[in-house]
């Protein structure tokens, strides 16, 4: 089953009255269980890819479809829906709530889903274990450190048990053994849970537990690999 699938797809903004083009004819599809990522330079697109699946940003041209669902004909309410119930965002600059612990951050979107609270509390739990954060569960994003705020986004990422996990570079600010046991923690959800997951990265060491790998130069994929 194809759960992602862009055609053609170009992207341009604008900076400075200048027309930037970023995507020029993307096409990629993405299947169900599978665990992908997107490697290239800075600037090369890829960031844009992930947004336009996370329904964040939208195509200039070219067809996009999530789940046989076109993102960009949704309303703000339908899309902002369709993610909570569906998609698992980690962000590369964490965008946690400032106001709320960590405990809180990951307990946040089972929350807007209506999750029984004694089921929440269990769940952010187990959660704050598997990512190495129940000793600061009651800290502040302020009070943790760069790769702690990381765990808590990925934490947050995967607490809903998502369909698809979108991933801007997961491990930028873990190190290498943390950045192990994350990745190891989600092979285990694509592999019980059968959970898709599509990266970019600039790890090689991320890129060595997906099933596929595809290469971005100047807004195109040139290339595509197997590990």
Same mark, same amino acid.
């Given at each position: 089953m194809i759960l992602v699938a862009? *055609? /053609?797809? &170009? %992207? /341009? &903004?604008?900076?400075? %009255?200048?027309? #930037?083009?970023v995507l020029k004819g993307v096409s990629l599809q993405l299947a169900?269980? *599978?665990?992908?990522?997107?490697?290239g330079p800075s600037g090369s697109g890829k960031t =844009? !890819?992930?947004?336009?699946? @996370?329904?964040? /940003?939208?195509?200039?041209?070219g067809r996009v479809s999530v789940y046989n669902q076109a993102l960009a004909g949704?309303? /703000?309410k339908r899309l902002s829906e369709f993610r909570n119930k569906t998609l698992g965002f980690i962000f590369q600059y964490f965008n946690l709530i400032p106001v709320l612990t960590a405990f809180e951050n990951i307990e946040y979107p089972l929350v807007l889903q209506g999750v029984d609270k004694r089921e929440r509390r269990r769940r952010v739990a187990e959660m704050l *274990?598997? #990512? @190495?954060?129940?000793?600061?569960?009651?800290?502040?994003p302020d009070e943790l450190s760069g790769g702690q705020r990381q765990r808590v986004a990925i934490g947050r990422a995967l607490i809903t048990r998502p369909k698809l996990v979108i991933a801007d570079e997961p491990t930028g600010n873990l190190d290498h =053994?943390?950045? %192990? #046991? !994350?990745m190891e923690l989600m092979k285990e959800l694509n592999e019980k849970e059968k959970t898709t997951f599509i990266f970019a990265t600039h790890d090689p060491m991320v890129s060595s537990y997906t099933h596929r790998i595809l290469y971005l130069q100047d807004g195109t994929i040139v290339k595509e690999e197997r590990p």
């Open positions: 862009l *055609e /053609d797809v &170009y %992207k /341009d &903004y604008v900076m400075a %009255k200048t027309r #930037v083009p169900a269980g *599978e665990m992908a990522c997107l490697m =844009t !890819i992930l947004n336009i699946i @996370g329904g964040i /940003d939208f195509a200039g041209r949704m309303s /703000d *274990e598997a #990512v @190495g954060l129940a000793a600061v569960k009651n800290h502040r =053994t943390t950045g %192990k #046991v !994350i």
